[in-house]
């Protein structure tokens, strides 16, 4: 069981890491800057966050398998964490942006995972051109 739980907390802990340095970069390309403290801190609100979030998927998989909806309670406890570590530096769109690339990647991870490959590909690649929507509308503003 302890082995499981530590399985969920490392995943969100990846995916949470991955998701920011995703976010920071497409910051980057829209000409924007995200906001971020150094390193350390940054990962000490990481490894907090992701410990709430692999705990919420370890009780929610583990005790309610097919409720996967419930998963907005951790994200949002998740977006909570990430916005007191961020009072004066964000606005609120980065715990959207935050949650939608680490989404996107529990995504892509479980379909990859269960060998949908086509589909985490079709993913990715829609994900992709939302991405570069967004970028061009940004930039144009």
Known sequence: MAAHFFGYWAAA?????LGLV????????????LGL???RKEAAIAVVASFFEGLG?????????GAGRAMLIPGLIVAIIYKL??????SGYEM?????????????????FSGEFKI???LLLAFGIGLSIIASIAKSL
């Open 13 to 17: 802990f990846v995916t949470l890491c």
């Open 22 to 33: 995703l976010l920071s970069v497409f910051y980057r390309l829209i000409d924007s800057e």
């Open 37 to 39: 403290h150094g390193i």
């Open 57 to 65: 998927a370890w009780l929610i998989f583990t005790y309610t398998p």
């Open 85 to 90: 570590g961020h009072l004066t530096d964000w």
């Open 96 to 112: 959207g942006g935050i949650f939608l690339f680490q989404t996107v990647l529990w995504g892509v991870g479980a379909l990859l």
């Open 120 to 122: 985490a590909l079709a």
